[in-house]
């Protein structure tokens, strides 16, 4: 199996609103983009069937490794959004496999 690896500098995530930049900028959301939970989710889901709405897409039987590179300070100053994305994350993944496909998304976390 291969995948894709997404940088994100998880130290620049102070806030909500920076969270949200972080992956718009990372994954090339759309100008559309909720900004909230539910809108990442939807996106997330979608990266292996829909080419153009953000800029990366994942083709069938791909991964995709979000690595949050600095990752202690989100850990610890804001971890109610650190325990967003991995509950987000879980939840793009659970979504795929009750529709009949396959988990695509990991976490990976660098100090």
Known sequence: MSGKVVRIDAGRIV???SYHDA?????????WYGRNGNAW???MSCLDS?????ELFVEE????????????AFRTDHRDLYDELIECS????????ESGRTAYLCLAFAD
Do not use: Y
């Open 15 to 17: 806030s909500d609103a």
């Open 90 to 97: 879980a939840f793009v993944n659970w979504r795929r496999l």
């Open 41 to 43: 989710i939807d996106l």
């Open 61 to 72: 039987g791909e991964t995709i490794t979000l690595l949050m590179e600095n990752a202690k």
């Open 50 to 54: 829909d080419r153009e709405t953000t």
């Open 23 to 31: 992956f718009d900028e990372a994954l090339g959301f759309p100008g």
